[in-house]
């Protein structure tokens, strides 16, 4: 067999370990913390890792019913009675033992397709998807086995089975409705009336050669067009579902004929009240079939235990469907039912419950004080939870689902943070918040720690605690820094700093609006946070930073597909900054196009698929009458340009500038030839590995690209506290950042930057050439923003993060770093105190984000060659957490092949 | 009648494959044959509206808007206040 990098690497004398300040021990060492959930949460846990995902028709069919008899109503109203029409008919399941309950849909693992946004994958997919679910008969136990590798997901057709987009399982018996259902939205979807208007963009061509050659990934407008926000449970758990339909009458009545000086509009406030009490006696009517359902079992019910827990679910569901919650139980169970509704009514990933310790601390409070309610109760319930947000999948297509979320659906929980008046936020309930996730550690949610010097201590050693479990929560984020982005980027909206204090977390990383409500409990008042913006991670989606330099190198072509991309620039790029004047050239001619045809999806998403629930949540919609399609939010300065790849091109740029520019090694012709000829390798999916260690050598290949490869390899490279490429760095952050307020969302607000990669980098380094850093073809980015390339971050952490934090992280909406640690480097109470020393240093240099994966890369390894025996092992991927087996191979090797530190 | 588990109100559905015997606490295939007396679950292909046309769809007679709308004989109708059994 043809010599692997790694062997080519040892020949020159170079190490390619991937390991840094110390060497790991031979044999494979487990995380060291290894807790236990209840009993009833581990016998539901039990279901969890046997169920495999699953999709019927349920919704899509009331919904399109309804909607397809309603042409002549006015558009929000008509919307809303379909999602009334489709919540009233969702199919009830309770599963035994469960105390939270509802799900999505009528299965542990539930989802749905929404054709109203895009039916083009099924419609395009027809006869496959009509052939295979014709021909499935009976199953056999071979085809049993197949989805083993991937864990829930549903990888290939079995029985009676058919697999869609290799993810979502659905019964042969749905497929033909599924098909027909789809076909009534050919020409009315998002999808499709998006891409008729886009069109009209002038360059829009332009924007099919990005979308084809990968230079962005995916459009938001019609796949994920809500999310990545905080949501707001105010409003129902202060007023009671009864009561914001109260509030809606008479608002109706206040507003109903007037414009109010608004002349575009105002008229619009009758239509939208109208639509928010539709909306809401929907979700009534779901929660009271759910009563029903647990009356109905209760009543048939013969152990007696079993029988008082479907009575107390019934009770609870039946006081929530129409009042303002009570005890605990209730107010949970409340926001439990309040975030699955949001996320049935639109295609959305990363709506992030937000600062739920906190919310729900009333009721802690109060119950505890009471006797109503034990810390173990409350920790159960807590456990609970994290089922029901593990079991939340999101029916999107396979570029999506797999290439961008990983399968993951980011309901990200904020701990700690500030409260309205500057003091530390945490309280006791946050403490169990921590327990939870690390005695039922799965992937979601996943935690987000705002960390601020006032803090507790104590606090910040259980935070890492639980990382040691191997969880990869929770994340720390910078509060101070992400209050001065917020009050710098929302500011020309009104927002000053009590409200500021109010963030969290939406999606895995990003920073969201939010604002402080007065709730009532019992005649006491507390001031709970909760969102109030718009989608925070909604606009030009992941623009990979390494092919916008590839295509300034070879005069706007794909090399990869070979075509032309961009007008061909003709300079010679005799210049290192001829070079990077033309990169950010190409970068600002990509987001401009980008924005414009995304801006055109969104409209035509806010036009026909109003979010009535969502927006009612949120301050003010509800004050103001005017949803999300309106800017009914408090702040809507919040769409942005997300970017992929970062480190790889700094590294690329630095390695350019070295060799050819100032050292003179190479001219950029040969260097270009190099590049495309992979400097004498395989391609990563000849070789079928994504992870730089395993790329081999062509079996012709004569080595003449050996000496310049390696070359690549040592030059300057981000990470190592040097100043060479994290100045290019500091160049690009102080370009990018304020370039995007030169593009304009729909909403008629500048857009900022977002630089997470969530698993991009993976497949867009799929699509990529070799890059003059030395990375080879279709081998993954470095991950996030600021992470360092696997193997070349040598000098340690802290390094590394004076690398990172060269650059001001509060212009931007966030930045990521992910630091694989050896779970024996921060072994014992002495380690966990190292973790939380290592990561105030980063807080104090201005880092905004770092979060750890505790992990041996062996046990990876072994994990990715015995999937069935690791189904439990999770890792930190880039913002989130995921089963081992769950995500996708490119991003595997990447993690296995991130440096891992050996000491701190 | 015979029923499969998956037509059953005592079957509860994990997944589309499998799901757990309400009176045993078991996993059972979702199509294994269910034991003599469990009762049958309102599904479309069940409700004397439902007319099926092709392979696994028809329409529901009970839907207001002409043509009468599509509906197809697996979905599950406890909820639908149109169900009438055979």
Known sequence: ?904 | MKLEYRDTREFIPVDVDKGIDRLTGEFVQADAEAPKGYTQLPKCKFCANYVEEASFKGICGASTQEPKFMAYGDMTAITCEMFEAK
């Open chain 1, 1 to 904: 067999m043809a010599k692997t990098f790694k062997e080519v690497m040892a020949d020159a004398g170079i190490s390619m370990d991937f390991q840094a300040c110390g060497t790991a021990p031979t044999e494979i060492v487990d995380r060291e913390i290894v807790l236990e959930p209840h009993d009833r949460v581990k016998k539901l846990k039990n279901i969890f890792m046997k169920t495999l995902s699953s999709a019927n028709n349920e919704f899509p069919y009331w919904y399109t019913r309804e909607y397809m008899k309603l042409d002549s109503e006015i558009p929000v109203v008509r919307r809303a009675k379909a999602l009334k029409r489709a919540f009233s008919n969702l199919t009830p399941v309770i599963y035994p033992g469960e105390k939270l309950v509802m799900h999505k849909a009528p299965f542990f693992r539930g989802s749905f397709p929404m054709p109203w946004l895009s039916e083009g994958f099924y419609v395009a997919k027809e006869d496959e998807l009509y052939q295979d679910a014709m021909k499935r008969g009976s199953a056999s136990a071979d085809e049993h086995s197949k989805f083993g590798q991937g864990g829930g997901n549903v990888v290939a057709s079995f029985g009676k089975v058919i697999s869609i987009a290799g993810k979502f399982g659905m019964r042969q018996e749905e497929v033909p409705a599924l098909i027909e259902l789809s076909k009534m939205w050919v020409g009315k979807s998002v999808d499709d009336l998006g891409h008729k208007y886009e069109q009209m963009v002038p360059n829009y061509e332009t924007k099919e050669k990005i979308m084809r050659n990968i230079v962005c990934m995916f459009d938001s407008g019609y796949t994920l067009p809500q999310g990545r926000e905080v949501i707001n449970y105010y409003y129902p758990l202060e007023y009671g579902f009864d009561g914001i339909i109260k509030i809606a009458r008479e608002m109706k009545d206040k507003v109903a004929g007037r414009a109010d000086g608004d002349g575009m509009v105002g008229m619009n406030r009758l239509y939208n009240y109208e639509a928010v009490i539709h909306v809401v006696e929907g979700v009534q009517k779901w929660i009271l079939n759910y009563a029903e359902e647990a009356r109905r079992l209760e009543a048939a019910e013969k152990d007696g235990t079993q029988r008082k827990e479907y009575a107390e679910i019934a009770e609870c569901l039946e006081w929530i469907a129409h009042n303002p919650p009570r005890t605990f139980r209730e107010a949970f169970q409340m926001i439990e039912t309040i975030h699955l509704a949001v996320l049935n009514e639109d295609a959305i990933s990363g709506m992030s419950p937000g600062r739920i310790g906190q919310v729900l601390y009333p009721y802690f409070e109060q119950d505890i004080e009471a006797g109503r309610l034990t810390e173990d109760e409350a920790l159960e319930l807590l456990e609970l939870d994290r089922l029901v947000k593990t079991s939340i999948d999101c029916f999107a297509s396979m570029g999506v689902v797999g290439g961008v979320l990983s399968g993951n659906t980011f309901n990200t929980v904020s701990v700690g943070g500030l409260d309205k008046d500057g003091k530390s936020a945490v309280n006791r309930l946050e403490y169990l918040v921590l327990k939870a996730a690390a005695s039922n550690a799965m992937p979601q949610s996943t935690i987000a720690l705002l960390y601020d010097e006032k803090l507790p201590e104590d606090f910040l050693v259980l935070a890492a605690e639980v990382i040691k479990t191997g969880a990869g929560y929770p994340a720390f984020m910078n509060n101070q820094i992400a209050q001065d982005f917020l009050l710098s980027h929302y500011g020309p909206e009104g927002m000053h700093i009590e409200e500021a204090r109010a963030w969290a977390i939406g999606g895995c990383l990003e920073t969201s609006a939010g604002c402080w409500k007065p709730l009532h409990l019992n005649g006491k008042e507390y001031w709970i946070p909760g969102g109030c913006g718009q989608p925070t991670s909604v606009g030009v989606h992941f623009v990979s930073m390494p092919k916008i330099l590839e295509l300034t190198l070879y005069n706007g072509i794909d090399q990869r597909s070979g075509e032309q991309v961009f007008q061909p620039h003709g300079k010679r790029l005799d210049t290192y900054e001829e070079l990077w004047e033309q990169f950010k050239l190409y970068w600002q001619e990509a987001v401009d196009v980008l924005a414009l045809t995304n801006n055109i999806q969104h409209d035509v998403w806010r036009k026909n698929n109003m979010a009535v629930f969502n927006s009612m949540l949120k301050p003010d919609c509800l004050e103001n009458g005017h949803l999300i399609n309106e800017l009914g939010y408090r702040y809507n300065a919040t769409y942005n340009v997300e970017s992929t790849g970062t480190v790889t091109c700094v590294n690329s740029l630095a390695a350019i500038r070295k060799l050819v520019f100032d050292d003179k090694k190479v001219d950029l012709e040969t260097f270009k030839k190099a590049l495309k000829e992979n400097f004498g390798f395989r391609t990563a999916h000849e070789v079928n590995s994504f992870s730089i260690a395993d790329q081999q050598k062509r079996d012709d290949d004569d080595g003449k690209w050996d000496e310049l490869h390696f070359q690549c390899l040592q030059a300057p490279k981000y990470g190592n506290d040097e100043a060479y490429a994290d100045q290019i760095l500091l160049e690009w952050e102080n370009f990018f950042c304020p370039d995007c307020y030169n593009y304009e969302s729909l909403y008629g607000h500048p857009m900022y930057p977002c630089q997470i990669s969530v698993s991009t980098h993976g497949a867009m380094g799929s699509a990529t050439i070799a890059s003059p850093d030395g990375r080879l073809a279709g081998t993954t980015f470095a991950d996030a923003s600021l992470s360092a390339y696997p193997g070349t971050d040598r000098n340690g952490p802290f390094a590394l993060m004076n690398s990172a934090s060269i650059w001001d992280h509060s212009m931007s909406q966030n930045s990521q770093l992910n630091i694989k640690i050896h779970p024996s480097a921060i072994k014992g109470v002495e380690g966990s105190r190292k973790l939380v020393d290592l990561t105030k240093a980063y807080m104090r240099k201005g880092g905004f984000h770092v979060q750890y994966n505790v992990v041996d890369s062996k046990m990876l390894r072994k994990a990715q060659d015995n999937p069935d025996e690791y189904r439990d092992l999770m890792v930190r991927v880039a913002g989130f957490t995921q089963y081992w087996v769950e995500i996708g191979k490119a991003v595997q090797d990447e993690l296995i092949a991130r440096t891992e530190y050996e000491g701190v």
